[in-house]
T-cell receptor, first 114, second 115 residues
Framework: EAGVAQSPRYKIIEKRQSVAFWCNPISGHATLYWYQQILGQGPKLLIQFQNNGVVDDSQLPKDRFSAERLKGVDSTLKIQPAKLEDSAVYLC????????????FGSGTRLTVV | AQSVTQLGSHVSVSEGALVLLRCNYSSSVPPYLFWYVQYPNQGLQLLLKYTSAATLVKGINGFEAEFKKSETSFHLTKPSAHMSDAAEYFCAVSDMNTGFQKLVFGTGTRLLVSP
């Protein structure tokens, strides 16, 4: 089966600019997650979708971050305006949803804000 | 809320030596536990998972982990390290406090393997 697809793989922007990341989960996976992984740290959940509805966005900085999942399939994560501290790898993952499954991760997008 | 603690941000072993990466969990209910591996510039790959069946779980690449409820631990081991095992390893616990599964990750342990 095809894995979780993410693009772009790398992005360099200046602070205060905007950026968007795209994710295509594994077909049939109802649950989609965006994680932020800052260098030297474990992944931190930003937002979790069940189909096209948000079930957890408690850690999402909503003043600058937004995400959507159209038609319960692809998802886009946007940052506007970006700050230096947003430099990180943004990982998308999908799951069948049951707690014993774990996730399948994409390769991530490495964002550098200068 | 569930959490995991990984002891040691870096572990160094020689090729052929035993690998032991430590993970302790905090959970109010029987947990589901996972180990993931991350190679440079790649996403996370599932190594193994504990889902309340056998307490000794075997995963890919010769890794295994033992769930010990009395010690609230889920340590990852491999009898003989290979150079290709050098990577970052993350322990994670399933958290269902929103009614939907999410994984809470530890801070990771970087495994260094020397010839």
């Amino acid at each position: 089966e095809a894995g979780v697809a993410q693009s772009p793989r790398y992005k360099i922007i200046e602070k205060r600019q905007s950026v968007a990341f795209w994710c295509n989960p594994i077909s049939g996976h109802a649950t989609l997650y965006w994680y932020q992984q800052i260098l030297g740290q474990g992944p931190k959940l930003l937002i979790q979708f069940q189909n096209n509805g948000v079930v957890d966005d408690s850690q999402l900085p909503k003043d600058r971050f937004s995400a959507e999942r159209l038609k319960g399939v692809d998802s886009t994560l946007k940052i506007q305006p970006a700050k230096l501290e947003d430099s990180a790898v943004y990982l998308c993952a999908s799951s069948l949803g049951a707690e014993y499954y774990g996730y399948t991760f994409g390769s991530g997008t490495r964002l550098t804000v200068v | 809320a569930q959490s995991v603690t990984q002891l040691g941000s870096h572990v160094s072993v020689s090729e052929g030596a035993l690998v032991l990466l430590r993970c302790n969990y905090s959970s109010s209910v029987p947990p589901y536990l996972f180990w993931y591996v991350q190679y440079p510039n790649q996403g996370l790959q599932l190594l193994l998972k504990y889902t309340s069946a056998a307490t000794l779980v075997k995963g890919i690449n010769g890794f295994e982990a033992e769930f010990k409820k009395s010690e609230t631990s889920f340590h990852l081991t491999k009898p003989s390290a290979h150079m290709s095992d050098a990577a970052e390893y993350f322990c994670a616990v399933s958290d269902m406090n929103t009614g939907f599964q999410k994984l809470v990750f530890g801070t990771g342990t970087r495994l260094l393997v020397s010839p």
